[in-house]
């Protein structure tokens, strides 16, 4: 199937234009946990530099005689590897694989304000003025690779310890992986847990595992920015548990479907949810355009943790990515949310997120992030008190940078300003409507 610019443009301009309409369409496939690459497409994401087969020394592979072909050499430094140093006889073409990486980062306010919480809603990095450990990962994988013919089968685990932990663990079931926190500040999760069994083009993941909703993901390593999107803190889920099967009808076409228990659910599901999951991505033939639309629907839960997760819901998120040249991409979210049924209420939210990344060489690429969001009924956005109710429209504008002077080494520096029309101050302890806040973090991938 091939996409021509003239085609995205067209589906581009009629879902953008519909509006509320959208609520009749599907969101955007997350990419896997691993190194962001703003060309990569939604559904096949690039992996992170500990992911990334290491040339073997030639007495090296005479020595273990493992048969892998040597890559050229990376001009940032070749990635070192844990699972190499371990095991430094492994043939790089076994479908086990593990790693992680660790992120440390600090991020002050305009306003001065000092504490656990100061920087909210902006997160996951919501210490002011101290530094934060925010992910200690580690993860296993065995791939499924079955090259469209036959079965195989995986597996993947991911552990995180860190400040972000907190906002990653399964709401509501207590017992699965919120039960670890060792502060009020560090704790454990497991965001990932699944097993995957393939046939042919179709691929079907049972367990716990990431939403394929919108553009940014809990993985540090999957995104540009320190901190992150309202749309993807407040509007969307980070996680699922159910099954989820994926199918590569063409090299430009993959689909999405199945059934989750709601959003940020372990196994016990303890809100009763039940809701479908799909979506479709397209990408040009070329490489230069993808549009990815995906969505979460129906019965929300049973209401025994709180507003957030009863009634009927319908989600969607919509992703479109062009790359103008090989260094500059251009990328395009929108997010709608519609919760009906609650008894005697109804909540809606949307918004719409822009980036513009720019490589400037292997060791720099600098980036743009503008953003509007509206929690129109005042539910989703909680302030630095830990409150939620800031029924109005939350914008914001991060400029930021990627140096990597080494390939398992990246450091992300920011400035970041937002602000707030509505009723209510969210910001400062709720005295403010805006907040100026400069941030960086360094991450190290093994």
């Not at 504490?115 to 296993?140: E, H, I, K, R, Y």
Request: charged fraction near 15%; glycine fraction near 12%; proline fraction near 5%.
């Amino acid at each position: 199937m091939k996409l021509s610019k003239y085609a995205f443009g067209i589906a581009l301009a009629g879902m953008l234009s519909a509006g509320p309409l959208w609520a009749e369409l599907p969101t955007a496939p997350q990419p896997a946990a691993g190194q962001y690459d703003y060309y990569a497409t939604a559904d096949q994401p690039v992996p992170s530099p500990s992911d990334v087969p290491k040339a073997a020394a030639p007495e090296a592979a005479a020595a273990c005689d493992t048969g892998c072909e040597a890559e050229e050499a990376n001009p940032c430094g070749d990635p070192w590897k844990l699972q190499d140093w371990l095991q430094p006889c492994r043939c790089e073409d076994s479908p086990w694989t593990y790693g992680g990486w660790a992120e440390v980062g600090i991020t002050g306010n305009g306003h001065n304000q000092r504490g656990q919480n100061a920087n909210l809603p902006v997160a996951f990095n919501t210490m002011s003025n101290g530094p934060m450990a925010n992910q200690l990962w580690g993860w296993v994988d065995r791939a499924s690779k079955t090259d469209g013919c036959g079965w195989d089968w995986g597996f993947r685990a991911d552990y995180l310890f860190g400040s972000d932990a907190r906002f990653t663990q399964a709401y509501g079931d207590v017992g699965y992986d919120n039960e670890w926190d060792t502060s009020e500040i560090y704790g454990s999760a497991l965001p990932q847990l699944y097993a995957v069994v393939s046939y042919n083009d179709v691929n079907v993941k049972v367990g716990h595992f990431f939403t394929i909703i919108g553009n940014e993901v809990v993985a540090a390593t999957g995104n540009f920015f320190y901190s992150h999107a309202y749309t993807m803190l407040y509007g969307e889920p980070f996680t699922h548990t159910g099954v989820l099967a994926d199918y590569k009808l063409t090299d430009q076409v993959t689909l999405y479907g199945g059934w989750v228990q709601g959003w940020d659910s372990g196994f016990n599901n303890a809100n009763n949810a039940n809701m479908f999951i799909g979506g479709v991505t397209l990408t040009s033939e070329e490489g230069n355009d993808s549009l990815a639309y995906a969505t979460t629907a129906g019965d929300f839960g049973s209401g025994t943790a709180g507003l957030n997760t009863q009634g009927n819901l319908y989600m969607q998120s919509l992703v479109y990515k062009h790359k103008f040249q090989n260094d500059l991409q251009y990328i395009l979210q929108s997010d709608l949310a519609s919760n009906t049924n609650i008894p005697g209420d109804s909540t809606t939210w949307y918004g719409i997120n822009q980036y513009l990344l720019k490589e400037l060489n292997c060791c720099w690429s600098v980036g743009a992030r503008f953003e509007w969001f509206r929690d129109q009924d005042g539910v989703r956005v909680i302030d630095s008190n830990g409150g939620a109710g800031f029924a109005g429209d939350f914008w914001e504008v991060t400029f930021g940078a990627n140096w990597k002077p080494h390939t398992n080494v990246t450091v992300r520096p920011e400035i970041r300003y937002d602000w707030y029309t509505g009723a209510g101050n969210p910001y400062a302890n709720a005295t403010a409507d805006e907040q100026l806040t400069f941030g960086v973090d360094g991450i190290f991938t093994f």
